[in-house]
């Protein structure tokens, strides 16, 4: 008998291999798969090359096991970098973004992420990244605001007279 094979197996593994990190229940399955066949003699290596993960979270999962049994394999909180900026804190800089950066005892400019980043740092002596108060203003939803450019020399009066008699 001829054996089966799956046209484009490549992209078909990659598949698979979303649909598996996709729900917990069937990670829990992966990785009770992955320690099955340690069990049963492979090496972490081949395991790992077998089901398409580093032969290292083979190892997370083998050890993991054997400290903690099957609660182990479970999805879990994972631990990662504390908060640096409090909810006390995040609350204060939400009141403070509805007020402009004058009334912050900052410079002109409407918000952006400096701004609220020098805002951050001379209030708390937290040095936050640009990118990081950009985040920030998502987190809280705050929409930035562009001052309307104005036109060098240009009339008010006329520009107002414009803007009253313009029909589209």
Same mark, same amino acid.
Request: charged share 30%; with cysteine; glycine share 8%.
């Given at each position: 008998?001829?054996?089966?094979?799956?046209?484009? &197996?490549?992209?078909?593994?990659?598949?698979?291999?979303?649909?598996?990190?996709? &729900?917990?229940?069937?990670?829990?399955? +992966?990785?009770? +798969?992955?320690? !099955?066949? =340690?069990?049963?003699?492979?090496?972490?290596?081949? =395991?790992?090359? @077998?089901?398409?993960?580093?032969?290292? &979270?083979?190892?997370?999962?083998?050890? *993991?096991?054997?400290? $903690?049994?099957?609660?182990? !394999?479970?999805?879990? /909180?994972?631990?990662?970098?504390?908060?640096?900026? &409090? /909810?006390?804190?995040?609350?204060?800089? #939400? =009141? =403070?973004?509805?007020?402009?950066?004058?009334?912050?005892?900052?410079? *002109? #400019?409407?918000?952006?992420?400096?701004?609220?980043?020098?805002? @951050?740092?001379?209030?708390?002596?937290? +040095?936050?990244?640009?990118?990081?108060?950009?985040?920030?203003?998502?987190?809280?939803?705050?929409?930035?605001? $562009?001052?309307?450019? !104005? @036109?060098? $020399?240009?009339?008010? /009066?006329?520009?107002? /007279?414009?803007?009253? #008699?313009?029909?589209?």
């Amino acid at each position: 008998m001829r054996p089966l094979t799956i046209t484009d &197996s490549a992209a078909i593994a990659l598949g698979l291999q979303d649909e598996i990190r996709r &729900s917990e229940e069937s990670s829990y399955d +992966h990785r009770l +798969h992955g320690v !099955l066949l =340690v069990a049963q003699g492979m090496t972490c290596p081949e =395991v790992a090359r @077998i089901l398409g993960d580093a032969p290292r &979270s083979v190892e997370y999962w083998v050890r *993991g096991f054997e400290e $903690k049994g099957l609660a182990a !394999l479970r999805e879990g /909180e994972r631990s990662g970098r504390p908060r640096r900026m &409090s /909810e006390a804190r995040m609350q204060a800089v #939400n =009141v =403070v973004l509805r007020r402009t950066p004058p009334e912050a005892g900052l410079g *002109g #400019n409407p918000w952006d992420g400096k701004t609220l980043a020098a805002w @951050i740092e001379r209030e708390y002596a937290i +040095h936050l990244g640009t990118r990081q108060c950009q985040r920030l203003f998502r987190q809280l939803d705050f929409r930035l605001r $562009k001052p309307r450019p !104005l @036109i060098a $020399k240009a009339d008010p /009066e006329r520009q107002k /007279e414009h803007k009253r #008699n313009f029909k589209r």
